[in-house]
């Protein structure tokens, strides 16, 4: 999609801001909160504050666990910070809302090399509200004393998780309670893609259909066979994986930074999910400017600056294995410490953004009623037919109305 | 004293035990939590119940991030004044619906409970807009505004109970004498309701020192973060230390067990005083 | 004032609105649809059941068991001053700190409630107590409780202290028991106070929103899902406002029908008596 269509009628150069005025913006990310990621990502902030005198950016305060919540509360009601690092759910709420600023004429995709893959989610209605702040996929991470060798196929997946568990130590580990709601549908996502399902084909949801079924089931028949450490959330069986208490765990790139500073000797790798189709989640995360903001220049100025090369290399060593809006190579050294990276960057074009096709902004309900069934059919509630079957009638209705 | 109901000192002493036991278990927990390692954490054959001084580093690292403070004495700032507010405009308003007869006053009283049925998350879009029109967002005065409103009505109701339980004929007495109402109440009433005050001024501390969903919506420069948001904050996307966030929790749960313990002179005193009375 | 009482008449308003969170300045009025959308839905009556258990249950429970606790901090023994200080600790623990410190107790795997009650031989299922739809409600109430003791205590602690001595004496020359003097004087001075303390208790639970909703944000199957959770989801997850405000309206003509239902209780029982 030709985001870089309208380029040509600015007047102003590409890629190059005009000069802004003095200003304080303020900067809102979750990133900014995580224990592994956010003093680096503060570094990189401090370093564009001292390369000029104009322009000062301050981090937001605007936790994790409510974060999409508050920000839209505070843009709806008029303020809200200045630049946004959205998930795509609420990008594409906050997009077809009027809440973010179009970039159309001030974002040149061709001229800053942004990779198309990733790239084409963040055009809504037409308009570009964004750029790929960071694209992190999803992959398998798993413990190399636990399980010297990957498995390749779902069936090996499945034997390795079962032969993993043993006493304190669990094959796998996934989200599946309703208080992660957000984090259940990231991870039924990829089963979901990786047994050739969709949630929608881009005009009609397909929710009920066999493929997504299939995979759904495949998510039951790992958690049926008891090699999950059960009802644990993610922040508890995230630290279990760094200390060698979980084997095998599917997660995104940005995870890297945060295994690595929970525990620094931990033996891990990545590899490809090993699904049927190589296709998998993304977590992607534009920065957008709000439509609100009072010194929209100025935030322009720090998104061009950010995507500089140099920076662009910068923010992906903070980032992680996530990749970035462009693409960047990989320092030497860091493809010493991580020689998975290739490995998740190579997973770039077949990656999929977390939200239903074409119903960008009722993702959110969607997932709630997706996610619930779902849960019910883990408790036994009903199987994954029948969950599916409702949950395709009851979004039907949403998006009816 | 009174009331012994079949216990004796002995017996007593027991059931103040475990009473306090239970009481105390889940932030003594936090503690332990907080001093344990990893390993400690993730190990299902064992478990420590006793703390780990050797680990003491987590809370040191804690205060020495600076922010931790920043936000403690944010929340102070907000908890006091919103305290000083309400037991400010809630002796007035109690005393009025207490000894006036005025029209309307049933509506009144209905409207102060009426007022708190409502969770702060269906106030807090409207709230957000005539706080934009006032000018009052991201400030902390604007905080303390938003949590008086939340805390008024309880604490008049509280102050309106206390002040029923005055026999009137204190204050009429007063009046034959050529007191004014407003010296009244200062004189007469509010050395007798002083535990009730004390109570309030408890419950109105407490509910701005937790207050979350107007703390993260309406500031939003990081320096004036009250404390609910900045351990919330400690709940990472990606990671999430637990022992760092209990060490943070329960340096946020002191100052208010501090400041209770400080009120509760008062309310000691005061039950003193209406003792001696009785 | 200002504060509570003009949003809250915007609110009202609302209710008959189709309004989103992203655009709150734009209503579209579309008269009682919200209200019909939200009791048509099926599982709304689940939520009026469980909203209706978690309240009557914070209330008894906390104002029982805060009656106990007053009663006995009211004695003699060595040391009140600290225990009656000590005591309000739960009260005084920040909300999000209880529901932290909470989930991690009951962690299905390393949790020190679990590992006591599989000790005990009670089992939570794999899924441990939160994950559990029989047990998750009783989680949360037992730390509603757990936190909400303390102040009732508190409270009517202060409140003993204006039983006047000699009525208690004049009773027990009388002859009375303990359990009579204590229907007959103590339960008397304390019964407005109670009154007082149910009612908050009654409005503050049905508000109670951080506590439930970190720690199961509604589940399991909804086991724990309140008006308030439900309120929230549709106006931050869904953005509708107009629907969520419906939803208030309910949980205020709930609260309306306790407060009221109890004052005319409470008026018959003054009058027989």
Partial sequence: MGAGTLAGCSSEPQGSSATPQQATITFAASTLGDPGRGPGLQKLIDEYNSSQHVVTVQPASVPYPTFGQTVLTQMGGGEGPDLVRFDMPEFSTAASSGLLEPLDDK?????????????????????????????????????????????????????????????????????????EEAGVWQDIFNYVLGFGGDWSDGGKLTIDSPKVIEGLKAYQQLYDANV????????????????????????????????????????????????????????????????????????????NWLLKPDQQVKLQEVL?????????????????????????????????????????????????????????????????????????????????? | MMHRIRLGVAGRTIAVLVVLGLAIFPVYWMFVTALSSDEELFSSSSVNILPNFSRFGVFAAALADGQVVTWLLNSLIVAAGTTVLSIGLGIPLGYALSRFTFRGKAAVGLALLFTQMLPEALLVVP?????????????????????????????????????????????????????????????????????????????????????YVFAVTFVFDKPLQPASVGVAGFIGEQDTSIQSIMAVGLLFTLPAVAFYLFAQRYVVSGMTAGAVKG | MVFQLVPLLQEVWLSFTKTTLLNPNLNVWVGMANFQSVLANPSFRQTLLTTVIYVAACVVGSVGLGLLVALLLNGRFPGRAVARSLVTVPWAA?????????????????????????????????????????????????????????????????????????????????????????????WQVLKPTIGLVAVLMTIWSLRRFELIWLMTRGGPLGSTRTLVIDLYAQAFESKQLGTAAAIGMVGVVIAMIVIIGGRLVANAAAKEA
Avoid: C
């Avoid at chain 2, 008024?152 to 009137?168: E, F, H, M, Q, T």
């Avoid at chain 2, 004390?198 to 937790?210: D, E, L, R």
């Fill in chain 2, 127 to 211: 709230l957000f807009a005539m706080f934009r029109r006032f000018d009052l967002l991201n400030s902390l005065h604007g905080l303390i505004l938003a949590d008086t409103a939340f805390a008024l009505p309880v604490v008049s109701l509280i102050l309106k109970g206390a002040i029923d339980g005055v026999p009137r004929d204190l204050d009429e007495a007063a009046r034959v004498d050529g007191s004014r109402p407003p010296t009244v109440l200062a004189r007469i009433i509010l050395p007798l309701i002083a535990p009730a005050i004390a109570a309030a001024a408890v419950i109105a501390f407490f509910s701005a020192w937790n207050e």
């Fill in chain 3, 94 to 186: 920040p909300g999000i700190a209880v529901a932290l410190i909470a989930t991690w107790m009951f962690n299905p795997q390393f949790g020190i409630l679990t590992r006591t009650l599989r000790g005990m031989g009670i089992d939570p299922g794999p899924n441990g107590v939160l994950n559990n739809p029989q047990l998750a409600l009783g989680a949360i109430l037992v730390t509603t409780i757990w936190q909400l003791v303390p102040f009732v205590a508190v409270v009517l602690l202060s409140a003993l202290q204006g039983v006047p001595q000699e009525l208690v004496e004049a009773a027990q020359v009388d002859g009375a028991g303990r359990w009579m003097t204590f229907r007959v004087v103590t």
């Fill in chain 1, 228 to 303: 999950i450490p059960k009802g644990a959330d993610a922040a508890t069986f995230r630290k279990m994986f760094a200390n060698g208490k979980v084997g095998m765990e599917l997660n995104n790139g940005g995870y890297v930074t945060a295994t690595k500073s929970a525990n620094a000797n931990l033996n891990f790798s990545v590899a490809r999910i090993p699904f049927p189709e190589k296709k998998q989640g993304a977590l992607l995360a534009p920065i957008t400017i709000n439509a609100n903001s009072k010194h929209k220049d100025a935030a322009l100025d720090f998104i």
């Fill in chain 1, 320 to 401: 992680g294995a996530s990749s970035v809006a462009t693409p960047t190579e990989r320092s030497a050294e860091s493809l010493q410490k991580f020689p998975f990276l290739p490995v998740l960057d190579e997973l770039t074009e077949s990656g999929v953004p977390q939200i239903v096709k074409g119903f960008g902004p009722q993702t959110a309900d969607i997932r709630h009623i997706v996610v619930s069934q779902v849960l019910a059919a883990l408790q036994g509630q009903q199987d994954m037919a029948t969950a599916m079957e409702k949950a395709q009638k009851q979004a039907e209705e949403l998006v009816g109305r």
């Fill in chain 1, 107 to 179: 974002i040149d995709a061709q001229k800053l090399k942004l990779i198309p893959g990733p790239d084409k989610y963040l055009t809504v209605d037409e308009h570009r509200y964004g750029v790929i702040f960071e694209n992190s996929n999803y992959g398998m991470f798993y413990n190399k004393d636990l399980i010297p060798q990957a498995p390749k196929t779902f069936e090996e997946f499945v034997q390795t998780a079962k032969n993993t568990t043993k006493g304190d130590v669990y094959g796998l580990a996934f989200r599946q309670t309703q208080a």
